[in-house]
């Protein structure tokens, strides 16, 4: 029996965020054991909570989706850590270090939420016309509605498009099929009003058509755009209003320049699983 957690991720309401599994000393498992596991929760991620191999880490988690692994994500990130937290776990320095398949990634703790370092992407720069194209396609929209276009990628795979505003967001609809195995995120700006942009996730080549709300898509999304000018240092981005939920991703950038990405947490399951 190991304790599981299942944690709401990125909205101070209850059922509003987007949740993640979480599996408590999970050391024995196995890869098999692990992929099984999320493919029966069926939720965009599941994480599994093991015993740091790098000396400068507080714990070491693993993500995996529907589909597969991945090197990170954000709401994992945060929900992990959280459950971590709320479980007796205690950071040895100011901030908490999560090892993962990226290495090391920094969180740390700001009044009631938490929020994670954005990570050095693995691909950045411009997006090749032939899959602006293609990502026009599988979104359903021509291919002049693509305001600006960028590769945002930070371990799952993303390219980020702009589109004319945020209606136009809210507004896609997408064909699984022709979007085949692109991560795409969508952004679109609020012209006022609480949040600065309205964001959407789309990854079937994960195993789900549309994630709630994403922390590592926002974090490459705050990293281009803020770089660019389209966006000041620190914001609030909105998420999962096409799914009925209520996404709210803080953008902080500090004196350094490091991006910040946080929201609220709540554990919203607690019990035990037995593998």
Do not use: K
Request: aromatic share 8%; net charge negative; with cysteine.
């Amino acid at each position: 029996m190991r304790t599981f957690r299942q944690v709401d991720v990125f909205s101070s309401e209850p059922l509003m965020g987007n949740p993640v599994a979480v599996v408590h000393d999970a050391d024995a498992l196995s890869d098999t054991q692990m992929a099984a596991f999320a493919r029966w929760t069926n939720l965009s991620e599941t994480t599994f909570l093991l015993t740091p191999t790098d000396r400068a880490a507080d714990y070491r988690v693993r993500i995996f989706t529907p589909g597969g692994e991945l090197p990170f994500a954000g709401h994992p990130t945060l929900g992990t850590a959280h459950a971590w937290l709320e479980e007796g776990g205690v950071p040895r320095g100011e901030r908490i270090m999560q090892e993962c398949g990226l290495g090391l990634v920094q969180l740390l703790r700001e009044d009631q939420r938490l929020a994670f370092g954005a990570p050095e992407p693995l691909r950045w720069g411009p997006v090749s016309e032939e899959d602006l194209q293609r990502i026009a396609a599988g979104l359903e929209i021509r291919r002049d509605e693509i305001v600006d276009a960028h590769w945002t990628d930070n371990g799952p795979g993303w390219v980020s498009v702009l589109l004319a505003d945020a209606s136009a967001v809210l507004a896609v609809r997408p064909d699984p099929v022709r979007l085949g195995d692109f991560a795409v995120g969508v952004v679109g700006i609020y012209p006022e009003g609480e949040c600065a942009i309205e964001v959407r996730a789309f990854v079937g080549g994960l195993g789900v058509d549309e994630d709630p709300v994403t922390g590592s898509l926002n974090a490459g999304v705050a990293q281009w755009l803020t770089a660019n000018g389209t966006l000041p240092s620190s914001y609030v981005s909105s998420q999962g209003t096409a799914l009925g939920r209520r996404g709210r991703v803080h953008v902080t950038t500090d004196a350094d320049g490091v991006i910040w990405v946080g929201g609220d947490t709540r554990t919203t399951v607690l019990g035990s699983v037995t593998f």
